[in-house]
């Protein structure tokens, strides 16, 4: 809590949208929020901030893990979900972003967004979505702002990459130990495309900040948004970590203190695939997965083998995955790592998912009491609500 | 809340099916509890006045606006939504609608149903489900009476035309200075079809009865339904206000203080599709729908033009719409209004809109409590509950 | 309460998968505080015990009242639904159970399943369900072990017969009066098939075990799963119950003081049917359909006919429905029930189904609470939190 009061959280903004748009102090406060609404659970002392309010959720693409904890975030705080179904609604007849926000934000404290599958899409309309906010809080029609959270994008995860260095807090006791511990995200073999860029994304761009040392590891051609490798190599150079990028997944492993093996599809299937979309053509996007798949298949090797984690640092990383994973022998034949090696970190990923609800819990009150925040926190210490009344 | 107590709640009923089954005292309580209750959501008071219960919903047409304002109105309450989805539901194994509304009843407060695609359906269906509920509340089946409101059926939209009209009390700073006020609620060119009458139904009937002098305007063909054209009429002569049917729209324009242009299908149209649907006549619906869109189309004319509005009283009318409306070249490529009389009303429409939870939270308070509300209400004034506790 | 108190509330274990995983003194438990919620309920006092928390609920299978009571309990209690909806989840990615459940736990009370369809695997699912929550908690995971409430499997329905229970010990005045009452449980005809065992099942297995005589009826080749009718063979032995079979319909009322007369499809049936479904068959499910409707149609006349309900004890045996019914000339042309029977016991069946809100409130807080769970009935009681707050 007095970390919190020491950092300069002005600016911190209505919304949070990708890592790279807070400071250093808005993402450690962000950690810190999150962290003690995490203790304060296992003690079972209540941050119910809200009476009433609403959370409005907008799916655009499948999700189980981040749902659930966007949900939960929101009950915990006080607030009540209501999903935006664009299906069932009249939006299909034309009605502008604009419109749609205002109309779902009268009684409104949050409005998460997934929108993950085409490429230069999904943060422009977050982007929308904020100045749809803006204006009708402006012009008197919204009492109140709704934040604008990103529960993935095309370009960041950030309740992702900050839930799993929420957890990499925790597994190495401090944020201060996280200075250059090496950190490999590397690309993995599924037998599945398409998988979306924001998760390593999020990962480079944001641990880069920390002092850590990055590698990132994927097949030539398989790069990610080359605006955002490059930040994440600016962002190292500023302190003392570094940013790397290697086509040897073996030798990125060497020494690695953690190692992150995803799947994703390479930027350049992704731009294709998204243009193709667009346009709706169905034959060109068969013909697309074909291809893409039949190139993944090139890379059967690069997985994560229990003789490849041995090349870590002591043998002993730690394995990471945003889940769910492709195990091999479990949810596919050959996938992105080995049943052994998944089953020993088992405990460890799941943790590492349970930091989602409350860093998406921190993102809400920061998001909607900025400055005062500590002052906030303060208080629920003080009130010290049980979650179970008894 | 003086103005409240001084009005005559009794036999206000358990249901809000239509404007005019209730006396004007109803619904000057209505729109004075929802005045309140939108002040003390600006102040941050809440009004929650239930520690549990549920609000079923049953949406048997697109919603996004209403859906969303119902949901948003329980949850202001402290009611949590819980929405009947007739497709995974049991229902169409032939369950009678006694039992249906009875089994999801036990902790129920309020049931919310929108039914607007067949004419002489949608309000029967509605006293259906309020039968079904008395029958198990005086049966002791039920340990209390919900309370069904209207979100829409094929006569009434009373929560849209009592947010019109709590629109205007605040636009024009009173109920009484709507004394007179010229109204015109025209029918406007949509590319689509098949829109249901009960948006210009709800708002003649309401606001004749308010000293309102409304002017009905539509092209040859495109009445409503006759009883309550009539209904309108008789209701102007009661009071000093007056009633009239042309089909000039510049005409009707003409010194107008407010303008209401909207699309609707004419009564014979949605009569004969009500029965194609019934029969499930895919090929008729389709004759119908070219049929339809090709009589509309001889109408684009019938459209709110900047030219138009200069028409108006002051060349300043205030511009209505139940949203979303059909922007010509935004939403469609000719439609109802004109992009720069939208843009120059979008605050005022937007606002509008916002009115809608607080009528709904305000008819769930009175038809829960009736002649108690304005106890309920002091209490909760005093109680002074914040929304967001600090 | 005092009754509670004096029960061995020991074991009774952090799910609600079968009844006869508990003890009489377990079930006693559940009927007591299910008694009380209602009893609470009509008084308008709150059960609330949790500030914030989730409900999670798993429908394999279309449901309307259970997921309705689900809903409710949870929201008298204090917690949110948050549904899953398999298909618009990542689940069908190969992700293994004990991830899936461990994902949607972090925050969550209760997880609430329907898995009727196939035989063999429902309760086998949620057997998995609960390891895998124990797995989450002893590994620290999560912060507190949800129950997992069995909302329907292939071999128990335990909220529908415990419902049921408690419905005869209202309607009856007492568990004692229950001794050597004469319970009739008997197929009856249906236009539809497959519909599950476990209804019929939950109700031998459990009446039996409190010294009811209870009389299972159906044509030759009707059975249910063999296990669970000699289950309740030797139950009735241990006690002063009994229980017999026979395939005489009219046979089985005579003198019957309660009749439940419902249809299912026969073990045999369910059995092929299960493992068509598996293979997905189509075609071979066509043809099992055909043939079964064909076998069902021999025996139209087990059928509630107002003339076997004069058979009963004086005439008057109560007459009992887990619903919806199928009733002969309206919900279809010939069915499990005559309409006169129907209406004249609506008021009870209704009111049968009623307490299942209050049965599935009762077993999250005997799950949940154990031991503990009278005190935490006390505090409530001293609370006296009121429904309404006025």
Partial sequence: MKKIEK?????YGHDFLRTWDKSIDHLKATLAVAQTLRDWHRKGISPKVFTSGIAVSVFRDKSTRTKYS???????????IEDLDEKKSQITHGETITETVNMLSFLTRTIGVRDDIFLGVGHNYMVDVANAADWGYKNGVLDQRPSVINLQC??????????DMLHLINYFGGIEKLHNKKLTMSWAYSPSYGKPLSVPQGVIALMTRFGMDITLAYPKGYNLIPEIEAYAGREAKKGDGSFRITNDMGEAFKDADIVYPKSWAPYDVMKERTKLLKNQDDKGLDGLEHEALAQNAKHKDWTCTEKLMKQTHQGKALYMHCLPADIS???CKEGEVDAGVFEA????????????PFIIAAMILLTQFGEKTPNVLRSLEKRKQPIVLL
Wanted: no cysteine.
């Fill in 70 to 80: 966007y949900a939960a975030a929101a009950n915990l705080l006080g607030l009540e």
């Fill in 7 to 11: 950092l300069n959280l002005s600016n």
């Fill in 154 to 163: 095309d370009e960041d995860h950030p309740t992702q990459s900050l839930s």
């Fill in 329 to 331: 022998g479990v949810s």
């Fill in 345 to 356: 970190y088992k405990k460890q990923t799941y943790t590492q998912a349970g930091y989602k």
